[in-house]
């Protein structure tokens, strides 16, 4: 079993350990580990047989263990049982994912507002993953502490975006928001702003215990903006620590799917949002999806191949994900 493969079992674990509010620190731990695998891509192999799995940043002898079991079987009795336990089993009409097939990520964050890098700096990891194109989509004014960027700042980012485009050749930026979703359905930035964007993550941030129908009301008008390309993060869980809102799941997919806007499966691991679950109502609701790492750092790209198996359980085929589309054919630069 490659090192991709094996994170994604050792995340798989650490989303299903989430949902028991006392093992958030096994989860997490399971969930470092799976990042350390994505990111250093050891022959698992090699130190198995070395007996030098816990070599590997964050592996202790219980997460080895594991390991172990997957480099000699191919698969984890720990996983099976937290599947069972937690009504969660493997399904057989899952999909196939190639993450060799990776065109780009449509999420991520820079200084700007709350990311850990400089633009350029972002640009670059992304092109030495081999990506074509990357949404810049720093954050919107609501939330004061991120630091958003209006109207004024966008222009100047903007600036900066075209500078770094020279920079780092053959990938191409996307100028973006992830615009805050507001109590009332209406979004943090006003449409004249919005139109002349690439890409327009549409997230909820706030009142996320908003009233079911209220809620429900408030996602449908922001998916019916013409100007909304995705929508980010949907429920804005954090397994282990928050619930997500609660809406009328099914007539939100439906109206997102009618107006072509995607919804987000957000690979941070504290995240996991959509889960397999929701995911998979969607698609069968006719949605389109979007893969991506929500990355405030280089090395948070990594979420992206450590979380497909998300996607992969939900069902979904390539050619419903944004990200394995070429820019050209990104219906988002087309409108």
């Known amino acids: 079993m490659d090192a991709i493969a094996a994170a994604q079992v050792l995340s798989e674990i650490g989303y ?5 509010p006392n093992e958030v620190y096994r989860a997490r731990a399971f969930s470092a580990a799976a990042w350390a695998l994505a990111l250093e891509r050891p022959d698992l192999e090699e130190l198995h047989e070395a007996n030098q799995l816990t070599a590997i940043e964050g592996v202790g002898a219980g997460i080895a263990k594991v390991l172990a079991g997957l480099v000699e079987s191919g698969s984890s009795s720990y996983l099976d049982r937290l599947r069972a336990e937690t009504g969660q089993p493997a399904r057989d009409d899952e999909s196939t994912i190639d993450l060799g097939a990776y065109q780009g990520d ?17 640009a670059r990891a992304a092109k030495a993953l081999g990506y074509r194109y990357l949404g810049v ?10 630091n958003g960027l209006d109207a004024e700042r966008l222009l100047a980012q903007s600036r900066e975006r075209e500078q770094v485009e020279k920079e780092v050749e053959g990938l191409a930026l996307l100028q973006g928001i992830e615009v805050d979703i507001l109590e009332d359905g209406a979004l943090d930035l006003p449409d004249a702003v919005l139109e002349l964007l690439d890409v327009v993550v549409a997230s909820p941030h706030v009142k996320l215990r908003q009233e079911a129908s209220a809620m429900t009301e408030r996602m449908l008008r922001a998916v019916s903006n013409p100007n909304v390309d995705i929508v980010g993060h949907p429920t804005g869980r ?5 619930e997500g809102a609660s809406y009328d799941f099914e007539q939100v997919f439906r109206q997102a799917a009618r107006h072509g806007v995607a919804l987000e499966i957000d690979c941070d691991p504290a995240r996991m949002d959509l889960s397999p679950e929701h995911a998979r109502l969607a ?18 790209f990594a979420y992206v191949p450590m979380a497909a198996w998300m996607a992969r359980r939900a069902g979904i085929p390539m050619d419903r994900i944004l990200n394995f589309k070429p820019l050209e054919a990104l219906t988002m630069i087309a409108k």
Do not use: Y
């Open 238 to 242: 954090r397994p282990g620590s928050r």
């Open 16 to 20: 299903l350990l989430r949902q028991n």
């Open 137 to 146: 989509t720093d954050h919107s004014p609501r939330i004061k502490v991120v």
């Open 283 to 300: 698609l069968e609701l006719g949605c389109n999806f979007s893969l991506d790492a929500d990355a405030h750092a280089p090395a948070e």
């Open 106 to 122: 449509l999420h991520s964050h820079t200084d700007w507002s709350d990311g850990r890098a400089t633009m350029l700096e972002m």
